[in-house]
């Protein structure tokens, strides 16, 4: 019993245990079950997005094949249309060289017909005569000789003499007519302007505390103020005419104004360097106006303005310019040429050295230049280019600018070759300083004894500044012909301004 019993307890157990395992079994076969349709579904979403991601993808593809199938149509039909129109122009261009070469066809028959008609007539005419061309002038031409050979000698020996003396008289007149309807001007204030004061107390405010104000005006102006023992008078000092006006027109603006410091005379001189431009073009207008020239371009009119401000061996280039327009009018009126034209021409002869420092050449070509660009007519650039006699003498224009030339500079007291030498130095002077790299401006004074060089505080250090102002020096010894010595000041200055508000 307790054996059967055992075998039928183990037999349970053994029958309990494989309950349990199909159970496990079949759960795990529903477990896989589900993964596997969830791996499915999951492969099922993917094939379906990659489906859906395909379609886009080829969507995207087509349209853009056909935008791009749309621009080679569009560019294949421009092209064929190009293609088109050269074809046309090349028809056109074909029937043109075929009409020019039938017309230069009928031209040369047309030719060669008058050439054989002109052969006949002449053969004819000889024939005729029974004479050649050339026989029958020489027979002309002998017998004319024989027949009044002694009136013909008396009548040009007669001619020279009197027509030598003729015209020497008429000449001499004619120029001593010229000089005395044309009044000398004056000698113009030459490298000083005196600038009258109210009273000697101004003097102090001009120099300032230190020197404070007159180094400012000095700087700002680039003249030397020259205050000496002379009563109620100040001395503006300066090879460049423009500068000294500038400085002799703030200068009074300052004394009546009363308020004199660094500030306001930098804001002075700067409104009369601005008021020089418009300066220019009223003495252009009027130098125009004083010719009779209206009909000039009104480009050139500043041009013509800015020659006040230059001299030629110290006289005037504008008022030389004008005198000499009127002379030029006077010799071609006398000798029968277009009056206008020589005033012109004489007027214009030296707009070259209104931009001569800005532009490479003569003054005469740059002259030519800004004529041509301004479409002056071509026989007043023909009058003033000879007249220093770069080009040949084309019209009758071109000897009378270049005679009232030396008419103008000629005359006693006009010019001063010393005095154009030395201002050529001074400015010579000057171009060397600005050459450098870093330098704002520089001033030649003191009669060309010193030049005073401004540089970029930003730009050149202290070191730097110590070398050009060697270089200076050395380019100075090497170019230069001077007596003495020139002392070079280089001067490196930061201003800070601030504004509290």
């Given at each position: 019993?307790?054996?059967l019993f055992g075998y039928l307890f183990r037999h349970l157990v053994a029958l309990s245990k494989r309950g349990s395992i199909e159970v496990e079994i079949k759960k795990?076969?529903?477990?896989?079950?589900?993964?596997?349709?969830?791996?499915?579904?999951?492969?099922?979403?993917e094939k379906q997005d990659a489906e859906k991601k395909k379609e886009r993808v080829l969507a995207e593809l087509k349209e853009e094949e056909k935008r791009l199938t749309g621009d080679i149509k569009r560019t294949e039909e421009r092209l064929v249309k190009k293609e088109e129109m050269l074809d046309k122009r090349q028809v056109d261009i074909d029937r043109e060289v075929a009409h020019v070469k039938e017309q230069a066809e009928e031209i040369k028959k047309i030719k060669e017909r008058a050439d054989e008609i002109k052969v006949s007539a002449e053969a004819e005419l000889a024939r005729v005569a029974n004479l050649s061309k050339e026989e029958a002038r020489e027979i002309l031409l002998k017998e004319a000789e024989q027949k009044y050979s002694t009136d013909l000698f008396a009548r040009i020996v007669k001619l020279e003499r009197e027509g030598a003396h003729?015209?020497?008289?008429?000449?001499?007149?004619?120029?001593?007519?010229?000089?005395?309807?044309?009044?000398?001007t004056k000698a113009n204030e030459f490298m000083s302007t005196a600038v009258p004061l109210p009273s000697d107390e101004i003097k102090g405010k001009i120099?300032?505390?230190?020197?404070?104000?007159?180094?400012?005006?000095?700087?700002?102006?680039?003249?030397?103020?020259?205050?000496?023992?002379?009563?109620?008078?100040?001395?503006?000092?300066?090879f460049d005419p423009v500068r000294r006006y500038i400085a002799r027109t703030a200068l009074e603006e300052l004394i009546a104004d009363g308020r004199?410091?660094?500030?306001?005379?930098e804001e002075v001189v700067a409104k009369k360097s601005s008021q020089?431009?418009?300066?220019?073009?009223?003495?252009?207008?009027?130098?125009?106006?004083?010719?009779?020239?209206l009909s000039l371009d009104p480009r050139l009119i500043p041009l013509i303005g800015r020659l006040h401000f230059r001299t030629s061996y110290t006289q005037n280039v504008l008022q030389h310019s004008i005198e000499m327009a009127h002379i030029s009018g006077i010799l071609a009126a006398e000798l029968g040429g277009d009056v206008q034209v020589a005033k012109a021409g004489a007027l214009l002869h030296d707009i070259g050295k209104a931009v001569d420092h800005e532009i490479q050449g003569t003054h005469v070509e740059i002259g030519r230049k800004i004529l041509q660009k301004y479409g002056v007519d071509n026989r007043v650039i023909q009058a003033m280019q000879s007249h220093h006699e770069e080009y040949p003498y084309e019209t009758l224009e071109s000897i009378i600018v270049q005679t009232a030339?030396?008419?103008?500079?000629?005359?006693?007291?006009?010019?001063?070759?010393?005095?154009?030498?030395?201002?050529?130095?001074?400015?010579?002077?000057?171009?060397?300083?600005?050459?450098?790299?870093?330098?704002?401006k520089s001033y030649a004074i003191q009669a060309g004894r010193e030049i005073r060089v401004f540089v970029d505080s930003g730009k050149v250090s202290d070191l730097t500044a110590r070398n050009i102002a060697r270089e200076i020096a050395l380019r100075v010894e090497e170019e230069l012909r001077y007596p003495g010595e020139i002392k070079v000041h280089v001067i490196r200055e930061t201003r800070i301004i601030e504004f509290a508000r």
């Open positions: 019993m307790g054996l795990l076969l529903v477990d896989a079950k589900g993964e596997a349709q969830i791996i499915k579904d999951s492969a099922e979403r003729e015209l020497e008289e008429k000449a001499r007149n004619i120029l001593a007519a010229s000089i005395h309807r044309i009044g000398n120099i300032g505390k230190e020197g404070r104000n007159i180094k400012a005006f000095e700087r700002a102006a680039g003249v030397e103020l020259v205050v000496d023992d002379t009563p109620e008078v100040i001395i503006v000092s300066s004199i410091q660094p500030a306001k005379i020089v431009e418009a300066l220019m073009k009223k003495k252009g207008e009027d130098a125009v106006y004083e010719c009779g020239l030339d030396a008419i103008s500079g000629g005359r006693p007291g006009a010019r001063r070759d010393s005095a154009e030498n030395y201002l050529k130095r001074l400015a010579d002077l000057e171009a060397i300083a600005n050459s450098f790299e870093g330098i704002e």
